[in-house]
């Protein structure tokens, strides 16, 4: 019974470790204003605030309702988003994407669904998907992209893009510890353990 004890105590070492070293931001933009680079609505990020710019393009513009919502942003051009993060280089980061978005009218040439990419220096490679819920009633859909990019950068540059109406957007980054560093945690829980049983 000790043992199971023991190994119980060393999991929760070992968990709880692992969520202390992985690092995370939050950052969500609800666009009450016509600024063009606001600052977000709220932010949860240590390493810094994160910058956004909106290039509505020539035919979109900030419009204070739209499709029952307030505060919306009409695109033909482009929304640009930094984030900065741990400065560590942990092999990989994991981003969501959640935004809120219609389609437009300002460009028949542009596609009327959003067009997300990211860029980072270093990024070996990077995996995406999304999930789209249509929001009942509206015009509105919700669609959450994840995002996973190899390794984690200090930095990443987010883009969306298209003939949209975009409502909110809210990025959530993750940064993962490597497994060395792990290691190393989880030989400290054993010391821990072995400590306790001395006594």
């Not at 070992?14 to 606001?38: C, H, I, K, N, R």
């Amino acid at each position: 019974m000790k043992k199971f004890i023991s190994f119980l105590c060393f999991l929760v070492i070992l968990t709880a470790g692992s969520a202390a070293l992985a690092t995370t931001t939050d950052q969500l933009w609800f666009f009450g204003t016509g600024e063009v680079m606001p600052a977000p609505d709220l932010v949860d990020n240590a390493y810094g605030i994160p910058k956004l710019k909106v290039d509505p393009g020539s035919g979109g513009g900030w419009q204070a309702t739209a499709g029952g919502r307030t505060g919306v942003w009409s695109l033909s051009g482009e929304i640009d988003v930094k984030i900065p993060n741990s400065p560590v280089l942990n092999p990989y980061k994991e981003i969501t994407i959640d935004l809120t978005w219609a389609p437009g009218g300002a460009d028949p040439w542009l596609p009327d669904q959003p067009l997300v990419g990211v860029s980072a220096i270093p990024m070996d490679r990077m995996t995406m998907s999304v999930v789209n819920d249509p929001i009942v009633g509206t015009i509105w859909t919700q669609s959450i992209y994840s995002i996973v990019i190899w390794p984690n950068p200090r930095e990443e540059w987010i883009a969306i893009k298209g003939d949209i109406l975009v409502d909110k957007l809210d990025i959530k980054t993750t940064c993962v510890p490597e497994p060395a560093t792990m290691g190393l945690l989880s030989l400290g829980g054993l010391a821990l353990l072995r400590s306790r049983r001395k006594h």
